[in-house]
């Protein structure tokens, strides 16, 4: 009881404060009504910086037409923010409508937002509201005018009209006065406003749009809703508003001619008078529609195909300046499908490159019999400026004929066309269907294009733990399918028809399975078995034997399966803390974002513009001397072909590789750049019997002659080189990834591993064999030795510029390399912007890509500028922020790799190398020394 006291008075004090809190929120409101109605009148663009506006939503990536007071503002209830001061403008935050045009990185923004939204389940599809610095803005993308105008969507019409807003250097119309101020008015806006004739907008659909929208707002409010629409007066005149808008449509006005005038403060008379206008109204509407008013409005012709051109004016605008700051690929030339390889595609293929196109299941897993029909499976990319002006054209379209499972569908053609965006999507779902797609040999499709191979080349990003479960998911929905087939039927032999859907749906749940267990051994899925293969044998002898009985009936494969399933969860789970105990990097649970991101956005780039180069068929590649596309292209890769034949001559050797490793590489060459080649040889086969030892390396320099480039080339002995490989030496990671390949030698297939060329095969033992901790501690010492040499001793004013690059690019690989999140991503980006975004995606370094001095990211900015890229081979003085940079990172580095010493090699990790690179070498070899 001694403490009575004290809960009385803590009530007391409780109800003195909800009493003042509502006496403040009365007030509050009662300000707002006032706050709103003076803002309804008196404008607000003394309180808004429209350039300010205008810059926010640039960087955003929207180019801003108009900026206008959103006449719906005075809606919603502003918060407030000063009640104390006085100032009764500081209660409520600007709002303005505005109109702008996206640009191709938003389109590729919103792709980037629904793909995080797949992977991390968090994404949210972004809405054009903007809360800016100013203000806040509802905006229409410009896309969206003609289906606005169109309906008559008043806000819209308005503004192209101008009536109701008060437009700069306009007569006012007569019988009106402007309520609302245009803030901003771009050029182009100016020009569609003249594409109309004045009051042609003025029909049907806008005032049955603003007619519905009064009607809205004066409809007393339901038991659901918080707030009263017609509690001020400025909301009841904003309706009388939007009924006087209705009349300027002559239909309208005769129609309303009998009725009362629209004039009293009443809300509940308001909302009679309008539904007793509204039903007239929507009887005229309805009349009139079926008539002259199905297109845009009373628009004629010719302002519809003005419109149409004013558009694509403003799309064309927007990615002739992306293509602008995004620059393409270094000499790389897009390659398109021709007519002979599209009439091996007997489908319809949409607008767009094909980058892709196989025949698709039984007929891609080499178990098809003579009922299977013929699938095809399509990927294309739509040209970047069609997709700009309309997104929706990320298409996908399929035709397939219905019947029971397992039934004879010999001579059916079906097909699964799909567009490269909402394709990417598909995979980091891990849908196996979308995965075997990228590890089908090159040679079984009937067309592969240049750009197809980069997404074949991170093909291993998708391995995800969800595409186990997906895999894991497939096989237990065919079983499922298969139990309920089974269940349908009497017991005994099963029926024909029964018996043909259970062994079509065993043949698909094998084929997964069979791919499922080697994915969990971190195998790479074979997708077409080979003629000779058991597992082939296997399924076949299910799709072909009838009746199944013994160890082929249904019911004992359904069995079979599921305790395979169950054995794939252990193995998984072992295999998993095998590789966590001996430090090998596990399978990612999603796709990486950023990986993901910037290979959308290349494609992109490449279908920007329109291309006319010859169409090229990457089967080629497998079957003949393979030159890359970048080396085709490139204006000097010529000189480069010829200085190898004129190497080859000087010193008797035969040339088996050669690819670039110089500023091409880097993504900085310009028109002085020369050729720095790294060549692969052998000697003849008489010489490796001789007493005297054969050459290692050889150099060769060619000065420039009549103008072209000087070429140096660094011929290594192919043992030599091989044996570096397996020591994890960078110059032969890099030449071995190059893309600007000038010559490989392919000897026949017989005798190479997995009969692939060699070069395919290197590439993937450097993917799947290389020690990045001992190439991350040689990139490390380059970086290291480099700066020393070359930056950190050299005098003032006399720093080769380019040094900097060449030490900043190898300091960016040793942390790609180091880093957890890319453990399972090869090859490493060559390009150095493109490493940069690789490890800032990463979060390697930080949100902020040089974290130790902000003014690092514009000191790189400044020296790779495209126009500057030439004075890199210039000397000048020493860049104190890139060293401090270099310095710290250098540092921090090595306390990272300390942890992992150089030289040691306990697990005999070289000896298995050189054993694989061995039996990769030898048949190579003997083949190429015969010349």
């Known amino acids: 009881m001694r403490y009575g006291w004290v809960k009385r008075a803590t009530s007391l004090g409780t109800q003195l404060v909800s009493q003042r809190t509502q006496f403040l929120r009365r007030k509050f409101h009662s300000q707002c009504s006032h706050v709103r109605k003076v803002v309804f009148r008196e404008h607000l663009h003394s309180m808004v910086d429209s350039a300010r506006v205008a810059e926010d939503l640039q960087r955003l990536g929207y180019r801003l037409l108009v900026l206008a007071e959103d006449e719906l503002a005075f809606l919603e209830v502003p918060k407030p923010t000063d009640t104390a001061g006085g100032d009764e403008t500081a209660l409520i935050r600007p709002r303005l409508f505005a109109v702008v045009a996206h640009s191709v990185g938003t389109v590729l923004q919103e792709w980037e937002l629904v793909a995080k939204k797949i992977v991390t389940g968090q994404g949210q599809d972004k809405g054009l509201r903007f809360a800016l610095a100013d203000a806040d803005v509802h905006a229409h993308e410009v896309g969206s005018i003609p289906h606005a105008l169109s309906k008559g969507e008043p806000r819209v019409v308005d503004l192209v009209e101008g009536v109701d807003y008060g437009y700069t250097g306009d007569a006012e119309p007569a019988n009106s006065a402007p309520r609302f101020n245009i803030l901003f008015e771009a050029p182009e806006w100016r020009e ?65 001619k009998a009725l009362p005038s629209f004039s009293t403060d009443d809300p509940k008379q308001i909302h009679a008078a309008v539904q007793e206008r509204q039903q007239p109204l929507a009887d005229l509407f309805k009349k009139v529609k079926q008539t002259k ?23 064309h605008r927007a990615c002739d300046e992306w293509a602008e700051a995004v620059p393409p690929p270094a000499d790389f030339s897009l ?105 089908l040999p090159v040679e079984e499709a009937l067309c592969v294009s240049p750009d197809w191979s980069w997404v074949r080349e991170h093909r291993h990003y998708f391995l995800t733990a969800r595409c186990v479960n997906q895999y894991m998911g497939f096989v237990g929905d065919r079983l499922k399918r298969a139990h309920r087939l089974l269940s349908e039927a009497a017991p005994g032999p099963l029926p024909p028809e029964t018996e043909a859907g259970c062994a079509k749906l065993l043949y698909h749940a094998y084929h997964k399975l069979f791919d499922l267990q080697r994915i969990v051994n971190y195998q790479d899925p074979i997708v077409r078995l080979a003629d000779d293969s058991l597992q082939r044998d296997f399924i076949m002898k299910i799709r072909n034997t009838r009746p199944l009985v013994g160890d082929l009936d249904p019911r004992t494969l359904v069995q079979a399966v599921e305790a395979a399933i169950d054995e794939v969860k252990v193995v998984r789970t072992k295999v998993d803390a095998e590789r966590r105990a001996s430090g090998l990097p596990l399978r990612p649970e999603e796709v990486a974002i950023g990986p993901l991101v910037g290979l959308f956005s290349k494609v992109r780039r490449l279908h920007l513009r329109p291309h ?320």
């Open 612 to 931: 006319s180069a010859p169409p090229r068929d990457l089967r080629e590649r497998s079957r003949s001397s393979l030159a890359m596309a970048e080396g085709d292209t490139n204006p000097t890769a010529n000189v480069v072909k010829d200085r190898l034949v004129r190497a080859e001559t000087e010193h008797d050797v035969h040339v088996l590789f050669a690819a670039e490793c110089s500023s091409r590489n880097l993504g900085t060459a310009h028109a002085e750049s020369d050729h720095d080649v790294v060549a692969l040889f052998v000697h003849r086969t008489e010489k490796y019997f001789s007493m005297y030892p054969v050459r290692k390396a050889i150099r060769c320099t060619y000065q420039p002659e009549n103008g072209e480039p000087e070429v140096d080339i660094e011929l290594l002995e192919v043992r030599h080189a091989f044996e570096l490989c397996a020591q994890n030496n960078p110059t032969l990671v890099e030449a071995l990834s190059s893309p600007h390949v000038y010559r490989v030698f392919l000897p026949s297939r017989e005798g190479l591993p997995e009969e692939r060329n060699w070069l395919d095969s290197a590439r993937t033992m450097l993917r799947d064999g290389c020690n990045r901790h001992a190439l991350a501690w040689a990139c490390w010492s380059q970086s290291k030795s480099n700066y020393v040499s070359y930056i950190g001793t050299m005098e003032e004013g006399n720093v080769l510029q380019k040094k900097y690059v060449h030490v900043i690019r190898k300091v960016l690989l040793c942390q790609w390399l180091m880093a957890e999140a890319t453990v399972n991503q090869w090859p490493p980006p060559l390009i150095i912007t493109d490493l940069l975004h690789s490890v800032v995606a990463f979060g390697i370094v930080g949100d902020d890509p040089f974290s130790v001095d902000p003014m690092v990211c514009t000191e790189l900015e400044t020296l790779l500028a495209p126009e500057q890229l030439h004075q890199l081979r210039q000397r000048g003085p020493r860049r104190p922020v890139l060293d401090g940079w270099i310095q710290n990172r250098q540092a921090n580095l090595k306390t990272l790799l300390v942890k992992h010493p150089r030289g040691e090699d306990p697990a005999g990790e070289i000896e298995t190398a050189k054993q694989a690179w061995d039996t990769l070498l030898v048949p190579l070899a003997k083949t190429a020394a015969d010349f």
């Open 335 to 439: 390659s398109l499908a021709d007519g002979d390889e599209q009439d091996q595609i007997p489908v319809p293929l949409p607008e767009g490159s094909v980058m892709f196109a196989a025949k698709s299941g039984s007929a891609m897993y080499n178990l098809s019999t003579a009922e299977s029909d013929v699938d095809y499976s399509v990927i294309f990319a739509t040209p970047t400026r069609s997709l700009l002006c309309d997104p929706a054209q990320m298409k996908h379209s399929t035709s397939t004929v219905s019947a029971p499972m397992g039934s004879d569908k010999s001579g059916v053609v079906e097909y699964d066309i799909k567009e490269f965006g909402p394709f990417l999507l598909e995979l980091c779902k891990g849908n196996p269907r979308n995965i075997e797609l990228l590890f």
């Open 192 to 256: 569609l406003r003249g594409i109309f004739d004045r009051g042609s907008l003025f029909q049907m659909p806008y005032a049955f749009t603003s007619v519905g929208c009064a009607f809205g707002m004066s409809r007393p409010p339901g038991k659901k809703e918080s707030s009263k629409k017609l509690d001020n007066a400025v909301a009841r005149d904003y309706v009388g508003l939007l009924m006087r808008r209705a009349t300027r449509v002559a239909e309208v006005a005769a129609v309303w």
């Open 293 to 315: 008013h199905r297109n845009l409005c009373a628009a004629s012709g010719a302002q519809r195909a003005a419109l149409s051109s004013w558009l694509a004016s403003l799309r």
